[in-house]
């Protein structure tokens, strides 16, 4: 027989910082076992062989190269500042401010029925919290085959996790340590107003491109930022690539990795191949869900 088991949230945080640090410092021994130079700061170019580099430790060094990757990543979307719900990673938060929080809250609001949204949402949900999930579309996890998505809906409505589909967030108001207002449009056409402690953002992510001075290295990006390759990664300047969440396609590392591989053996001469057919995605709640290659609708369209 036990007392009450209680959550250790600080010791939760603790063991996630460390999983972090570890991770994060297995990547800086692989560096140095394989002679790697590694500047910390931020990269932009300055001619189409060239990189500034302003140092963390400040300063700042330039360098030539024949050949560059870029492989900036993605940041998460925000609500317009004139919604009231600009992001301020503390109340309003994306899933860096999710990761971060300094308890568990009693309510948290969920803006998109995504992966990322999802993922953080069964954490805080069997954590204890009241989650509610607000989706503009009638399904969550849209790009999933529509039967796997409908049991995975049900799985996570019996867990407790509250769901309002084809519902748009129109305005709210960010209280701060009062908590935070969310009106919600439905698909009826009627307006509530959700209470919460924490609301999280989630409505996808964008290619992280801004600051790199591309326009002086000659790279073009489309209106939202991704830049624009070949089918070997190249974009229109020779010995410049793309790679990952900075270009078209899904935003998953296994798929950013595979195109690191497939762009150095390109410019080494060896072909350079990524099957995209054939990168599995993966929904970290509980239970999990995975998927691979085309879905049911999509190969009967």
């Given at each position: ?40 700061g ?23 190269a ?31 401010g ?14 998109g ?37 409908a ?19 129109l305005?709210g ?19 509530e ?88 995605g993966?929904?970290?709640t ?16």
């Amino acid at each position: 027989m036990t007392g009450p088991v209680s959550i250790d949230f600080k010791q939760l945080m603790k063991s996630k910082d460390t999983a972090v640090t570890g991770l994060t410092g297995g990547i800086d021994y692989l560096f140095k076992k394989n002679k790697v130079d590694y500047l910390k700061g931020w990269g932009k170019f300055n001619s189409a062989t060239g990189v500034d580099v302003d140092l963390n430790a400040g300063g700042t060094e330039s360098f030539t190269a024949k050949n560059i990757i870029i492989a900036t990543g993605s940041e998460p979307n925000a609500l317009p500042a004139a919604t009231g719900l600009a992001t301020d990673e503390k109340y309003v938060v994306s899933s860096t401010g999710a990761l971060s929080l300094d308890k568990i809250p009693k309510k948290m609001v969920v803006i998109g029925g995504g992966v990322i949204g999802l993922e953080m949402g069964s954490v805080y949900q069997r954590l204890g919290t009241e989650v509610t999930v607000v989706h503009p579309q009638d399904r969550i996890c849209g790009f999933l085959d529509k039967e796997v998505g409908a049991a995975f809906q049900r799985s996570l409505k019996k867990q407790g996790i509250k769901f309002k589909l084809s519902s748009k967030v129109l305005s709210g108001t960010n209280n701060g340590e009062k908590g935070c207002t969310v009106n919600v449009e439905g698909k009826d056409g009627k307006t509530e107003t959700l209470e919460t402690d924490i609301v999280l953002v989630s409505i996808g992510r964008h290619a992280f491109t801004g600051g790199l001075q591309l326009e002086k290295a000659g790279v073009t990006v489309d209106d939202r930022g991704v830049i624009d390759t070949d089918d070997h990664w190249q974009t229109k300047v020779p010995g410049i690539y793309a790679i990952g969440d900075a270009i078209k396609g899904k935003m998953l590392a296994h798929k950013a990795e595979e195109e690191g591989i497939a762009a150095i053996e390109h410019i080494l001469g060896e072909g350079g191949h990524v099957n995209y057919d054939c990168i599995p995605g993966v929904v970290y709640t509980h239970p999990e869900v995975a998927d691979v290659g085309l879905t049911e609708e999509q190969l009967i369209e």
